[in-house]
T-cell receptor, first 114, second 115 residues
């Protein structure tokens, strides 16, 4: 079955870069996503990458995809204290009929020290 | 602010009871999805509704059921509550299918505690 793995914690100093890693198992995944969840809030979509891309950059965010190793990473440049949150990686797997089943990782808790 | 609201914010039930959770989507959003997020875990997909019909379901038993209404509101019903049903329940709405390049807008969730 599908499984998405993430390391649970990452601690960085303000101004440094953060790299959050994710591995997935389903090679049929078409899109991969990064979500952010702040305390007491729902999930906020940060960015996504289509499976035929290697890299996507969006302001301070860079997503790298290694499809051969089924490895996804999110790099946050110039990390700020406001970036402290839980980050979830997710893949989607298409079903017949046009619907999708998403699978989320357990989340990486990013702590940014001043 | 995503424009998606959920009620109630918190709820306490006892084992065996039934519960109804509610979600109000943005106007024009034809798709709503429900997720269960246990403490320290990622969200698990329960099901998705598109134009009032179920459009995909995760690995949840039939005692989890849903409804979507024409006024962009929806419900998640859980019968015969079990202790393991204690979790944060999230709904998310989107204009189209909810995935691909379509953004899902999440509500803040309902925290359900089953005693």
């Amino acid at each position: 079955g599908e499984d998405v793995e993430q390391s649970l914690f990452l601690s960085v100093r303000e101004g440094d870069s953060s790299v959050i890693n994710c591995t997935y198992t389903d090679s049929s995944s078409t899109y991969l996503y990064w979500y952010k969840q702040e305390p007491g809030a729902g999930l906020q979509l940060l960015t996504y990458i289509f499976s035929n891309m290697d890299m996507k950059q969006d302001q301070r965010l860079t997503v790298l995809l290694n499809k051969k190793d089924k490895h996804l990473s999110l790099r946050i440049a110039d990390t700020q204290t406001g970036d402290s949150a839980i980050y979830f990686c997710a893949e989607i797997n298409p079903l017949s009929g046009g619907s999708y089943i998403p699978t989320f990782g357990r989340g990486t808790s990013l702590i940014v020290h001043p | 602010e995503t424009g998606v609201t959920q009620s109630p914010t918190h709820l306490i039930k006892t084992r065996g009871q039934q519960v109804t959770l509610r979600c109000s989507s943005q106007s024009g959003h034809n798709t709503v999805s429900w997720y269960q997020q246990a403490l320290g875990q990622g969200p698990q997909f329960i099901f998705q509704y598109y134009r009032e019909e179920e459009n995909g379901r995760g690995n949840f038993p039939p005692r989890f059921s849903g409804l979507q209404f024409p006024n962009y509101s929806s419900e998640l019903n859980v019968n015969a509550l079990e202790l393991d049903d204690s979790a944060l329940y999230l709904c998310a709405s989107s204009p189209k299918s909810g995935w691909g390049t379509d953004t899902q807008y999440f509500g803040p969730g309902t925290r359900l505690t089953v005693l």
